[in-house]
């Protein structure tokens, strides 16, 4: 580059809600991997470009989950948009590419489309990237033969954050430390972190949801999420139980809860 430094790059993290302008990984037998953030991660704000269909957009907001970087908004409707019956949703398909517009039983129940799934996603990807906004990707790994479930590593030591994205069109089953047995649905994700943890999962921590649930949690007091004697919690869609250690809680929306 002619540039001493960059501090910003536009179209890295897709283009019009695919991976790339023209090009066509499954054409080529590819696979794309967070290849730029083993090395930039830690020092490059990166942006998607162009519009794209939130309804259609869960394979691109995955990817946006495993490489931690927060999402681009195009596609506004005009001027009073969310009164538009047209953009009203009940519910949704946990296995499509519509499931990140879905708000049954959660905080944006009711919303706009476009509303909700601006909730959803940024409620992931705006604290995920906070934590890890200093961190490199230091390790990256296919949980299955088919690549299709991914695990990436942010950080070392104490401070690591990992993420494990499902692009498959089935459910897999992965472990964590937070979430134990977790089963993952298509374009499902959990996140587990010392400061965050998030998932979209039909099964978390031994507590089941059906057609998936999605959570968030972090600490509102500073300390580590498992010292945090005050645990905000963000209920996107699914049903609101939540078991967070050895207690069940019910989040209708969001609420900090104070674990013993």
């Given at each position: 580059?002619?540039?001493?430094?960059?501090?910003?790059?536009?179209?890295?993290?897709?283009?019009?809600?695919?991976?790339?302008?023209?090009?066509?990984?499954?054409?080529?037998?590819?696979?794309?991997?967070?290849?730029?953030?083993?090395?930039?991660?830690?020092?490059?704000?990166?942006?998607?470009?162009?519009?794209?269909?939130?309804?259609?957009?869960?394979?691109?907001?995955?990817?946006?989950?495993?490489?931690?970087?927060?999402?681009?908004?195009?596609?506004?409707?005009?001027?009073?948009y969310w009164q538009s019956p047209s953009g009203k949703r009940e519910g949704g398909s946990d296995s499509d590419r519509s499931c990140?517009?879905?708000?049954?039983?959660?905080?944006?129940?009711?919303?706009?489309?476009?509303?909700?799934f601006i909730k959803n996603t940024q409620e992931v990807l705006g604290p995920l990237h906070a934590v890890t906004a200093y961190d490199r990707l230091t390790r990256l790994e296919f949980l299955t033969e088919d690549s299709k479930v991914r695990k990436v590593t942010y950080a070392?030591?104490?401070?690591?954050?990992?993420?494990?994205?499902?692009?498959?069109?089935?459910?897999a089953q992965v472990k964590c430390p937070l979430g134990g047995d977790v089963v993952l649905p298509p374009y499902g994700f959990v996140v587990e972190g010392p400061r965050f943890a998030a998932f979209y999962a039909r099964r978390?921590?031994?507590?089941?949801?059906?057609?998936?649930?999605?959570?968030?949690l972090r600490p509102a007091d500073g300390k580590d999420l498992k010292d945090s004697r005050q645990v905000r919690v963000f209920h996107g869609f699914g049903p609101a139980e939540l078991r967070w250690k050895a207690e069940l809680y019910t989040v209708q929306r969001e609420q900090v809860i104070q674990p013993q």
């Open positions: 580059w002619a540039l001493p430094h960059s501090d910003f790059f536009e179209g890295l993290v897709g283009v019009s809600g695919r991976y790339f302008h023209n090009l066509k990984p499954e054409e080529l037998g590819a696979v794309v991997i967070p290849f730029f953030e083993m090395v930039y991660h830690d020092c490059q704000i990166c942006y998607g470009k162009y519009g794209y269909a939130a309804n259609e957009a869960a394979e691109y907001v995955a990817h946006h989950v495993l490489c931690a970087r927060p999402l681009h908004y195009h596609s506004f409707g005009d001027h009073l990140y517009v879905r708000s049954d039983n959660g905080w944006a129940e009711n919303l706009h489309s476009l509303d909700v070392d030591g104490e401070n690591t954050t990992t993420v494990i994205v499902n692009f498959g069109s089935t459910e978390w921590n031994g507590q089941p949801y059906d057609k998936g649930a999605l959570f968030t």
